[in-house]
């Protein structure tokens, strides 16, 4: 994730630096991105061992599955709707899909990975189905099935669970092989999240999320397939759910009913942190991803201060009730803007 | 947030009173969700009671109790929340708080009598603090008490570290084991039904409890018929802190522990039982008789599904589907009631 993918790329050629800077600013991501960047200045200068290799890939490992959860919720959520969820069904999809190494000797890892983000689409259809059909607000949707499929995970497992000596050395390996000490499985996230962002910003179909955040009753009188998105939204959101439970089968080997507990109230909180206004309209991918990066960065750099842990929740808590005010701070006085712009040109 | 279909369902409301009016006043006790909780109540009881002999004993009954009581203490001002047009995650934060505090006050040989006012006061505070942003800062609830559920939970967690407190004096320490004298109550679910009447009291029979559907209803109507809009929330907002370091006391004498950790992830069941009892999440709608009702029937699945050997952990799956069930099946009525209409309103002309 590099900063300069803040910057807007259709700047026109020559203008003058302050309005670069001016324009750079005005970058919704650019206040997160300055909270980290300073964040880790300072942990590096008063500990410079923060910047080696195995803090990093330690950073990086915490976070991947976040920052690809948080992509997901990305997507419902400037659509104004949320997935209470993909908790719940990061767990389904990491035993079921682990458990196929076991089951099925010699399985292809591939399939697994398949599997992992099957089941975890069918329950993003289910999700997307009822939301779009039913017309019932997501949150109390997403919340039944955060019980259904955490209930269905504890019928199936048990009291068993998966454990390391049943998964291959090379499943194990993907979450910490890597090229210049950047694990593999962070840059191919990244890649996913930066096509995620592109989708989002740059299709028809991901912008018309935007535009049913903004305003439902717009979207639908401008002829946007509300349904049709609020599902497909939810749909991927299932699936990379999926995805990341198989990610996290591979990184933490030992797989019981409970894992993934709690993630969706942690992963709605990158996402906010990360720029993305909780009922919609605004925000990106990419905001989204270093709002995880962030959240996790904090974890590491109070353990290489020497600070005692203890203090993490609370740090992160109150970074992200600031993240929260500034964005409407910023939502006010742009509106304020808006506002002084449309007088100047009706006089 | 705001309900894209409340237009239409309202104009259509209207049109099936003009149309049927003879005959709905009778039918709409019958078609009330609360009513339906109640029938569901009654048959959990009687298939409790046909599954397992031990379902019905007062020792069982008792360890209902003492599972559903402080739970059942949340989810009295998470519906006057709720129905006004807010939320509030941070309550299991701020029941850990209160128990890390009281620990930690206890630890250092403070009097039980002055704990208890710094346990109010640091609940009043947090409530006070996630009011203030969302009433004064004019930021959603819904992210100011995700925000604020990681920050309780955090504080907690300074108060105390990972140390355990248990050592808590008799009187308070027997709360788990002993009910109110000579009944078979416990003292959770005997401050519950107090603090239920006054809830239901406000919130059913006083103007402030009016202004509080008004303002679930259209906060922007409210605020025009002058009704204080972010003073009664702020004051829901404070109550939720208070009621929910009452239930961190509680929780904490139950268990005789105090640790940082004590209730964690219990906001999304406070939610699900008030949403359960019909409660909108869009805000002015909903009842306390139904959060009762819905609070007995959770209680009464969960213990059925204990007594018959089902997985217990797994009674999320009947939680869920019950969650599901209350949003489509009002959703399905409403819908077939506006086709009633719809059709009635074209054969008259």
């Known amino acids: 994730m590099s900063v300069t993918v ?65 992509l997901g919720e990305t997507m419902v959520v400037v659509s104004r709707n949320v997935d209470l969820s993909v908790g719940s069904v990061l767990g389904l999809s990491a035993y079921l899909s682990s458990s196929l190494f076991g089951k099925f000797p010699g399985i292809g890892i591939p399939v697994v990975f398949l599997a992992g983000i099957g089941i975890g689409l069918a329950c993003g259809v289910a999700n997307g189905l009822m939301v779009a059909i039913g017309r019932v607000p997501s949150l109390v949707v997403t919340l039944a099935t955060l019980y259904i499929v955490r209930g269905v995970d504890i019928l199936i497992v048990g009291g068993k669970e998966v454990i390391a000596q049943t998964l291959p050395n090379s499943f194990i390996a993907i979450p910490r092989d890597g090229v210049l000490g ?132 609370a740090i992160a808590g109150f970074l992200l009730l600031v993240a929260i005010a500034l964005d409407r701070l910023i939502a006010v006085r742009l509106t304020a803007a808006l506002r002084r712009r449309s007088a100047g040109v009706g006089t | 947030m705001s309900e894209p279909d409340r237009k239409p369902a309202g104009r259509a409301d209207g049109g099936g009173r003009r149309a049927g009016q003879a005959l709905l006043p009778l039918l709409r006790p019958a078609m009330r969700w609360e009513t339906g909780l109640a029938v569901l109540v009654l048959a959990i009881g009687v298939f409790g009671a046909l599954a397992s002999p031990e379902f019905l004993t007062s020792g069982n009954i008792f360890n209902v109790e003492l599972n559903l009581g402080e739970v059942a203490i949340m989810a009295l001002p998470m519906t006057l929340i709720i129905i006004s047009g807010e939320i509030d995650l941070s309550v299991a934060s701020m029941l850990g708080m209160s128990s890390a505090l009281l620990g930690f006050l206890w630890a250092r040989h403070w009097p039980m009598l002055a704990i208890f006012v710094a346990v109010a006061a640091l609940g009043a505070a947090a409530g006070l603090f996630n009011g203030l942003l969302v009433t004064r800062l004019g930021l959603p609830s819904l992210a100011v008490t995700i925000g604020t559920l990681t920050l309780y939970r955090g504080i907690a967690l300074i108060i105390l570290g990972p140390n355990t407190i248990s050592n808590f004096p008799a009187p308070y320490a027997t709360i788990g084991v002993l009910g109110v004298p000579h009944t078979n109550i416990t003292w959770s679910i005997a401050i519950f039904a107090v603090l239920a009447v006054i809830f239901a009291v406000v919130l059913h029979a006083t103007p402030a409890g009016r202004s509080i559907y008004a303002m679930g209803a259209s906060t922007e109507a409210a605020l025009f018929s002058g009704i204080r809009v972010k003073r009664i929330k702020t004051m829901l907002f404070v109550v939720s802190g208070l ?29 699900a039982v008030v949403l359960f009892a019909g409660v909108s999440i869009f805000g002015g709608k909903g009842t306390l008789a139904g959060v009762v009702l819905a609070l007995l029937a959770f209680a009464g699945i969960q213990n059925a599904l204990l007594l018959t050997n089902f997985n217990q952990e797994a009674t999320g799956i009947v939680i869920g589907g019950l969650l599901l069930i209350s949003v489509f099946v009002p959703k399905a009525a409403s819908a077939a009631g506006r086709l009633r209409a719809a059709i009635r309103l074209g054969g008259q002309p």
């Open chain 1, 6 to 70: 803040a910057a807007p790329p259709e700047l026109p050629a020559g203008t003058s630096s302050r309005r670069l800077t001016e324009r750079v600013v005005r970058v919704r991501e650019f206040g997160i991105i300055a909270v980290l960047a300073v964040f880790v200045l300072i942990t590096i200068s008063i500990q410079p061992r923060f910047a080696s290799t195995q803090e990093v890939q330690f950073i990086l490992a915490n976070t991947t599955v976040f920052a690809l959860l948080a």
């Open chain 1, 182 to 313: 950047i694990p593999y499985l962070a840059i191919v996230v990244a890649a996913l999240i930066g096509a995620g962002a592109y989708y989002l910003r740059s299709f028809r179909s991901g912008r018309d999320l935007y535009a049913m955040g903004s305003s439902p009753e717009a979207a639908r009188l401008a002829g946007i397939p509300v349904g049709r998105r609020v599902f497909t939204a939810f749909a991927a959101s299932g699936a990379i759910a999926g995805l990341a439970g198989v990610l996290w089968a591979a990184q933490y080997e030992t797989i019981d009913s409970s894992a993934g507990t709690g993630y969706e109230l942690q992963v709605i909180a990158a996402v906010v942190v990360g720029g993305v206004a909780i009922f919609g309209g605004s925000g990106s991918a990419v905001g989204a991803a270093i709002g995880a990066l962030l959240l996790g960065t904090i974890t590491s750099a109070l353990y290489v201060l020497g600070i005692s842990s203890i203090w993490d929740q």
């Open chain 2, 243 to 271: 009621v929910c370091a009452l239930a961190g006391v509680l929780w904490t004498f139950r268990l005789t522990t105090a640790v940082w950790n004590n209730g964690i992830g219990l906001e999304l069941n406070v939610v």
